[in-house]
């Protein structure tokens, strides 16, 4: 049942990613579309700033779910099982203390913004931080099943070590 969850949560992710990027790519082509015909519309920018933001936060947990996140594992690997067993503690804890630390912090970024208009376009500026929240939780969640995950013995792992 929990993988069954975990497929659905990706698959949402990529659909909203795909709708994100459907969405940005019109947003712009309005704001070129709009510019070339000489009556430019004044929240292309703008909208299309709040997208990219949603879009790289979005990216962001795709690319934490499926462990893609950028790991120079040279001197790791080369680390005997013991000693790589307490490295890779130590970076899943790190990853878990880091998404805890943006998610917290992206809710006083939230509140401080709440009241804040937005130029061209009647919402609040909050939203640019909003995405902050889920992509810190799902780091630091991603951290937690590495870490559980990391202190199972795997035979692949341990035969990359022998």
Known sequence: MLARARGLFDALL???AA???AALLGIVMAGVISRGVNR?????????GFVMVWL???GWMIATRRQAQIRIRVFQDKLPPGAWRISEVIVQLGM?????VIAWRSLH???VNWDVDAIALPISTAWMYVPLLPAGLVTAAQG????IRSRAPSPDREALLS
Do not use: K, N, R, Y
Request: hydrophobic share 65%; with cysteine.
């Open 14 to 16: 990529a659909g909203l």
């Open 19 to 21: 709708l994100l990027l």
């Open 40 to 48: 430019p519309f004044s929240w292309t920018d703008e909208l299309s």
């Open 56 to 58: 790289a936060c979005i």
């Open 96 to 100: 878990i203390v880091l998404g805890l």
């Open 109 to 111: 970024l939230i509140s």
């Open 144 to 147: 937690a099943a590495e870490l």
